[in-house]
């Protein structure tokens, strides 16, 4: 149990377009979703914190207009990256919780290009 | 400022052996510590973890010892196998909530 799905697995986009990346709890319904972020060689950053119905909380220097994300349901976040540039080039993680002891199943990450 | 570290960026052991993976923390409201294996291009999976109210927790070749008057935890797998070879993020977690905050990882290379 406590399957998440991330959806693309990756994406190349061109500078200026927007990207929507998916994360779905397949099996239990997620409550809180996280967004993180990893730069090459670097550790996972958290980017925003959602909860199910009301607006995401973002982290210091996360910019919440470029970073839109939305948490519709309790099976349901995305990221919408807008206006992508290549400094916006990165892996993508989603997490979603609870789902028991350990509070979080990630899902397979986003591997986005900006060319 | 790093509230959580892991000061080996990398660790090569031989097949068989101990490897052994360290990690440090300096905020003393963390009440649970958490071990997530990365292999590349996917997601974090759950290793292991320990709250802070215990000094070990073993999970059959992972074991993780938690020091809380040094703010310190390691990973202990013994034996290592070639497929261990990943990187490791240790992960801790405030009483205030599931928010994680991750160290900066080690990679871990088993060589055969």
């Known amino acids: 149990g406590a399957v998440v799905s991330q959806h693309p697995s990756w994406v190349i986009c061109k500078s200026g377009t927007s990207v929507k990346i998916e994360c779905r709890s397949l099996?239990?319904?997620?409550?809180?979703m996280f967004w993180y972020r990893q730069f090459p060689k670097q550790s996972l950053m958290l980017m925003a914190t959602s909860n199910e119905g009301s607006k995401a909380t973002y982290e210091q220097g996360v910019e919440k207009d470029k970073f839109l994300i939305n948490h519709a349901s309790l099976t349901l976040s995305t990221l919408t990256v807008t206006s992508a540039h290549p400094e916006d080039s990165s892996f993508y993680i989603c997490?979603?919780?609870?789902?028991?002891?350990?509070?979080?199943?990630f899902g397979s990450g986003t591997r986005l290009t900006v060319v | 400022d790093q509230q959580v570290k892991q000061n080996s960026p990398s660790l090569s052991v031989q097949e068989g052996r101990i490897s052994i993976l360290n990690c440090d923390y300096t905020?003393?409201?963390?009440?649970?510590f958490l071990w997530y294996k990365k292999y590349p291009a996917e997601g974090p999976t759950f290793l292991i973890s320990i709250s802070s109210i215990k000094d070990k927790n073993e999970d059959g070749r992972f074991t993780v010892f938690l020091n809380k008057s040094a703010k310190h935890l390691s990973l202990h797998i013994v034996p290592s196998q070639p497929g261990d070879s990943a990187v490791y993020f240790c992960a801790a977690r405030g009483n205030a909530g599931n928010m994680l905050t991750f160290g900066g990882g080690t990679r871990l290379m088993v060589k055969p």
């Open positions: 905020n003393s409201m963390f009440d649970y």
């Open positions: 099996d239990f319904q997620a409550t809180t």
């Open positions: 997490s979603a919780g609870p789902t028991g002891p350990y509070g979080y199943t």
